[in-house]
């Protein structure tokens, strides 16, 4: 498998834009999360699902970010409208249940927005 | 709720010395230990975990002991490398006794390693 794919690496927007960020998780896993990583934050957990289902959105900051799961192998994080302090980078991430634990969290590569 | 605390960096040490990250948890019935390495520009990628207390991870060097005396799971090295600058994580993830599935890591520390 070639892992967490996660597009596009780079975006810079302008303020106000909607920005769309992508993710495919690594096939046959079940739980999909989305990171935001910043110097003064650290990682923080944004949302996560578990079967496409969206289960706890409490780390989205505003009604701007948004995130879906339409099927098994895509999800995408819009954020409209974008705000200089929206920038960071975000990770994808999956991970897969078995034996009443949970595997490892396998990280994409991250997008690196830059909202001017 | 689940939380992980390592020690705050950066760590700055030479090459070949020996490196001891602090990292330790308060968790409900019985995590998963991990150790997560991030190299600059890139994403987490896991570097050593273990499952179950007494257990040792170990990978490329590192080692860490899965202590549920102390709630701890520190990080160690014998011999750095230059190579091995990179910013390490410790995390958790519960088990099914009660603990939560979800990811809970540490803020990371930064190790440097001069020639």
């Known amino acids: 498998d070639a892992g967490v794919i996660q597009s596009p690496r780079h975006e810079v927007t302008e303020m106000g834009q909607e920005v769309t960020l992508r993710c495919k998780p690594i096939?046959?896993?079940?739980?999909l999360f989305w990171y935001r990583q910043t110097m003064m934050r650290g990682l923080e957990l944004l949302i996560y699902?578990?079967?496409?289902?969206?289960?706890?959105d409490s780390g989205m900051p505003e009604d701007r970010f948004s995130a879906k799961m339409p099927n098994a192998s895509f999800s995408t994080l819009k954020i409209q409208p974008s705000e200089p302090r929206d920038s960071a980078v975000y990770f994808c991430?999956?991970?897969?249940?078995?034996?009443?634990?949970?595997?490892?969290?396998?990280f994409g590569q991250g997008t690196r927005l830059t909202v001017v | 709720g689940d939380s992980v605390t390592q020690m705050e960096g950066p760590v700055t040490l030479s090459e070949e010395a020996f490196l001891t990250i602090n990292c330790t948890y308060t968790a409900t019935g019985y995590p998963s230990l991990f150790w997560y390495v991030q190299y600059p520009g890139e994403g987490l990628q896991l570097l050593l975990k273990a499952t179950k207390a007494d257990d040792k991870g170990s990978n490329k060097g590192f080692e860490a002991t899965y202590r549920k005396e102390t709630t701890s799971f520190h990080l160690e090295k014998g011999s750095v490398q230059v190579s091995d600058s990179a910013v390490y994580f410790c995390?958790?993830?519960?088990?099914?006794?009660?603990?939560?599935?979800?990811?809970?890591f540490g803020r990371g520390t930064s190790l440097i390693v001069h020639p």
């Open positions: 995390a958790l993830s519960g088990d099914r006794s009660g603990g939560s599935y979800i990811p809970t």
């Open positions: 699902f578990n079967n496409n289902v969206p289960i706890d």
């Open positions: 096939s046959g896993h079940d739980y």
């Open positions: 991430a999956s991970s897969i249940t078995g034996g009443g634990r949970n595997t490892e969290a396998f």
